[in-house]
């Protein structure tokens, strides 16, 4: 994305949902969506990120029909404040929310999900971040396992940036998140975390999303709501590791530990 400067982009989340792990239903209309975009984007957002599908575990996808009303009007209203994505694997929301004015597409499916995605991508020349996911929402918790688990993902993303770009998609215009919870243990995103290194010789921007995830509750014993001081340590270990944007809840807390670990790093000078 253009517009983003040389330290840490902050993606903050607007879930337009009823049952999303975290926020489920707290945003859930236009205009308690559209207010928190505004509130994301004065705490410190560079990037909203707004869906209308959750995506935790056991989850029940929803029909484009059923999506796109409840993140057009918001995708509007918050592309007033802060370059806008849209959390979305089908086209036609994506292509609908493009023209609205989103910037990035964000797509869990890295382009598996609808075959016309990788067209409306390519036309539009809006960036788009790839994230890895072993499975499906409703059954990717079920029984995950990997050879190795950082290199199988690698493989994955080389697989899926050469179809993207031999369907037009601009290399340059590509982003990778390799999906902390999305089918993975435990064991599997702590180990992701700590060699989340070894997926920038891919040469493309990291995308990090632990936040508030499962992995921190299982480690600190602590429920959903509890859970700031976990996704606080692993952002600041993402970073270090050459995350070029973090994706979080709360925005206000994580763009100071950003600042800061960038500071540490001399990505950032005060």
């Known amino acids: ?98 023209a609205a004015g989103a910037a990035m597409v964000n797509d869990i499916t890295a382009l598996r999900g609808d075959p016309e995605m990788a067209g409306v991508l390519a036309s539009s020349g809006v960036d788009c971040v790839l994230m890895h996911m072993q499975g499906e929402p409703k059954t990717m918790q079920s029984n995950p396992s990997y ?24 290399e340059r215009r590509i982003w990778l998140d390799p999906g902390f919870g999305f089918g993975k243990t435990v064991a599997h995103n702590l180990e992701l975390l700590r060699r989340l290194g070894e997926l920038t010789a891919l040469g493309r921007p990291i995308l990090a999303g632990t936040s508030n995830k499962s992995m921190i509750g299982a480690v600190l014993n602590v429920p959903v709501d509890d859970r700031d001081a976990g996704t606080a340590a692993t952002v600041a270990v993402a970073i270090a ?11 206000h807390m994580m763009a100071r530990v950003a600042r800061m670990t960038d500071a540490i790093y001399g990505k950032y000078h005060p």
Not at 83 to 92: F, K, L, N, Q
Not at 241 to 251: E, L, P, Q, S, Y
């Open 1 to 98: 994305m253009d517009r983003l400067g040389p330290g840490t982009a902050v993606m903050g989340i607007v879930n337009v949902t009823p049952d999303s792990f975290f926020d489920g239903g707290r945003y859930a209309t236009f205009e308690h969506a559209a207010a928190h975009a505004r509130e994301l984007a004065e705490a410190g957002a560079h990037i909203i990120d707004i869906g209308g599908e959750s995506s935790r575990p056991g989850a029940k996808p929803l029909t484009p029909a059923e999506e796109l009303p409840r993140v057009l009007p918001v995708v509007r209203a918050a592309s007033l404040h802060a370059p806008v994505s849209i959390d979305t694997y089908h086209a036609s929301t994506a292509e609908a929310c493009v």
């Open 241 to 251: 590791n050459g995350a070029r944007a973090i994706r979080v809840h709360n925005v």
């Open 147 to 170: 050879v190795d688990v950082v290199d199988d993902i690698r493989a994955f993303f080389d697989e899926r940036m050469a179809y993207a770009v031999a369907h037009g998609i601009s």
